[in-house]
């Protein structure tokens, strides 16, 4: 690692030799996203689709600058992605988005076209597969966990009070009513607190020569700019909601409901979900 002095005197050099020399080389996206470990492959691909990157590579020639290969979001329209076309009537939405193709570092991504569930419909089998572990008594797994941390709201608190009543529905009535704020609220949370941790990670000590703090800046302002458009859909959501004042309030206000007749079995449960409602 070079020392902060070091890169101050690089990133401020007439050099171009040594000036260049700090650029960070690869996929610059990817590699804000490989400090996170619990993100898939998968979803850095559709992230990298979602916000765009650039890729650096190495000069052909002695003395030459580095190569700087501009990749653009290729995902436009954020509510077809996260709620699906049509108001979410189709079961798979076709997606053009990067693919890496295997590739540890992603440096040659493609664009492909796939047949994708919309990422509602994934937040819907990711609460459905928690649900269903609440019932058994099953653990959940650090994907679980990573998800229930990355979202706002109650999500686990809520499943465990539909779960007081067995077999009564609850559960996925829930689910059904508050997937699409929750697939909003999971993405834009992500993107708040983890991608621009990422980004930031970025930023040499010493600072960036000025193409690279463009570049940056760039990819800074695509991220803002989908967390804007996906808080306009969360919105808009929450508008259609008028009876519910929050998802807290409805979840407490079931509760209290189920709690009179709750087993004890159930209500160590409730008690033990409270350690998860706070993540």
């Known amino acids: 690692t070079q020392a902060p002095g070091v890169m101050n005197t690089a990133a401020a050099s007439t050099d171009p030799t040594q000036r260049e020399a700090q650029m960070i080389r690869g996929n610059v996206m990817w590699e804000a996203m490989s400090k996170i470990s619990t993100i898939s492959t998968d979803e850095k691909e559709f992230v ?4 765009g990157t650039y890729i650096v590579r190495n000069a052909t020639t002695v003395g030459a600058n580095p190569a700087v290969e501009d990749k653009a979001p290729t995902i436009t329209s954020v509510r077809d992605f996260m709620l699906g076309e049509n108001g979410g009537t189709a079961a798979l939405i076709p997606i053009p988005v990067y693919y890496c193709n295997g590739d540890a570092e992603c440096l040659n991504p493609v664009v492909v076209n796939r047949q994708v569930k919309p990422f509602s419909s994934l937040v819907e089998d990711r609460l459905r597969s928690l649900s269903n572990k609440i019932k058994t008594r099953t653990a959940p797994t650090t994907q679980d966990l990573g998800f229930i941390n990355q979202t706002s709201l109650p999500v686990y608190k809520m499943l465990a009070v539909a779960n007081s009543r067995p077999d ?23 993107l708040r607190r983890t991608l621009r941790v990422g980004l930031l990670a970025l930023n040499a000590p010493g600072g960036r ?11 800074s302002e695509n991220v803002k700019r989908a967390i804007t458009d996906i808080s306009i859909e969360k919105n808009a959501i929450l508008t259609q909601l008028p009876a519910i004042q929050s998802v807290s309030t409805h979840i407490q206000n079931l509760e209290r409901q189920l709690w009179s007749d709750a087993p004890a079995s159930v209500k160590t449960a409730l008690d033990y979900s ?3 409602s706070r993540r």
């Not at 990298?48 to 916000?51: D, G, N, Y």
């Not at 529905?169 to 992500?190: H, P, Q, R, V």
């Not at 020569?209 to 990819?219: F, G, Q, V, Y």
Request: negative net charge; hydrophobic residues 45%.
């Open 168 to 190: 009564s529905g609850i559960d996925e009535s829930l689910i059904l009513t508050y997937k699409d704020l929750i697939a909003l609220d999971y993405a834009e949370t992500f």
């Open 274 to 276: 409270r350690l998860y």
């Open 209 to 219: 020569n000025s193409l690279e703090a463009d570049k940056l800046a760039t990819l």
């Open 48 to 51: 990298m689709s979602l916000v």
